[in-house]
């Protein structure tokens, strides 16, 4: 799902997720037990979102300093530069926007730690306050129409989310997308239910809302933009029998159970 707004310039952004500091919660002691296939406590998933969101006529250059170093040559490149990041990176937000400023580049923060503590970041020129919705709209007519840094810090904050689509409250897909949401900690607010794959797909293709749905089924879809979740969402299936399950029955427990990897059934 990408932005209504219709830029009228074009723009170069450049999209940098902030190293994460060392520490016990992010993980780092664990990282060489994974023979250098991990480098990172999470993907960046919020900055990601916003990057994908951006007008379709821009140039996005997407850089996670978990894997590289932003360089000079791409602070050269862009017109802006968009960063996000939690409290524990917050020493890496406050250096990534010292370098560019260096380079003379507005700096465009978002985020749950300038949400939370916009006051820690009075050297950012523009701070997103709040989750992807109007404000996004907002940052993005106002890079349109500035190539410059703001002569004072602007703030601009989200009033109206996006709108989200998913299956009836008490369904199993329902459930499954409001425990995610509750284990985030986010209010899970439907705008629209529906019953049908289909119709989620209709709807987030059409820029009416944003979904979230089973990777397979999200490879079906056609003309819609996907970004992978972690951790996934779970969903819990119990299989229930007869006490004497006819000789169908009887092969379809074992199957799946085996499948499952659960030993025998009935």
């Not at 119709?199 to 970004?227: N, Y």
């Not at 119990?238 to 025998?264: C, D, I, K, N, Y």
Request: overall charge neutral.
């Amino acid at each position: 799902m990408r932005t209504r707004y219709r830029p009228v310039n074009r723009r170069r952004v450049l999209c940098v997720y902030p190293e994460y500091a060392r520490s016990f919660g992010t993980f780092q002691h664990a990282y060489p037990l994974f023979g250098g296939r991990v480098r990172a406590f999470m993907p960046p998933q919020g900055l990601l979102v916003a990057a994908a969101y951006l007008p379709e006529t821009w140039d996005v250059r997407f850089v996670d300093e978990n894997s590289r170093r932003a360089t000079d040559e791409d602070f050269r490149w862009a017109d802006a530069v968009l960063t996000s990041g939690m409290h524990v990176q917050r020493a890496r937000i406050r250096d990534l926007i010292a370098r560019a400023h260096a380079h003379g580049r507005a700096v465009v923060l978002g985020g749950p730690s300038v949400s939370s503590c916009p006051e820690d970041y009075p050297d950012a020129d523009v701070l997103h306050l709040g989750e992807l919705g109007d404000a996004t709209d907002e940052v993005i007519e106002y890079l349109d129409g500035h190539a410059d840094r703001p002569a004072g810090q602007l703030r601009f904050e989200t009033g109206e989310r996006l709108a989200l689509v998913d299956f009836p409250r008490g369904t199993g897909a329902r459930r499954q997308t409001d425990d995610a949401f509750a284990a985030a900690g986010l209010p899970h607010t439907v705008r629209f239910e529906v019953n049908l794959m289909e119709l989620v797909e209709r709807f987030v293709r059409h820029g009416l809302a944003v979904g979230i749905v089973p990777a397979l089924i999200a490879e079906g879809f056609q003309g819609v933009v996907q970004i992978p979740l972690q951790p996934t969402p779970t969903r819990r299936v119990h299989l229930v029998w007869q006490r004497l399950p006819t000789p169908a029955a009887r092969a379809f427990v074992e199957a799946v159970l085996s499948r499952a990897g659960a030993g025998s059934g009935p």
